[in-house]
């Protein structure tokens, strides 16, 4: 077995000032069917109750942040965060390495990340795309890579 895969690894994803109920339905549903081990929200753009179709909040610790520091401040230990955003300086997500212990945090459609959050991420990475993406969707990608990335060989 690979030193380098995920086996004593976790993640967690979640959305800084989500503007729709709908975005967070979708990205909990794949977080859950993706095997992420939380789900979070940080900032008040969004409704207190989600559409959740599979009831992933029951199903895994959600948690809810007013503010960016207050996220930044209870990240798990040991755990990097990795920022998706448009940026310049950002990894491209096909020549990404995820670490074992991350938090996945992507902004909303229409504002992104905040400046804050793109300066104190461990890591940045973008897909190869003209525009910005559904936040759910690039959520989706995320975790799709990472799960192929990180295929355990039997």
């Known amino acids: 077995m690979e030193t380098d895969n995920l086996e004593q690894g976790f993640f967690g994803i979640g959305i800084q000032n989500g503007k729709t109920p709908e975005n967070l339905g979708v990205l909990w549903r794949s977080a859950q069917n993706m095997g992420a081990s939380f789900i979070f929200t940080i900032g008040n753009r969004y409704e207190k109750q989600a559409c959740d179709t599979h009831k992933a909040v029951g199903a895994m610790p959600y948690f809810h942040y007013e503010t960016f520091e207050n996220f930044y401040a209870h990240l798990p230990k040991g755990a990097m965060l990795v920022g998706v955003e448009l940026v310049d300086n950002a990894v491209s997500l096909e020549n ?59």
């Open 96 to 154: 990404f390495k995820h670490p074992r212990r991350c938090v996945y945090l992507l902004g909303a459609e229409d504002h992104g990340l905040s400046n804050q959050a793109v300066e104190r991420a461990h890591h940045l990475v973008k897909f190869k795309s003209r525009l910005s993406l559904n936040v759910s969707v690039a959520g989706s990608i995320v975790m799709y890579d990472r799960g192929m990335k990180t295929e355990f060989s039997t």
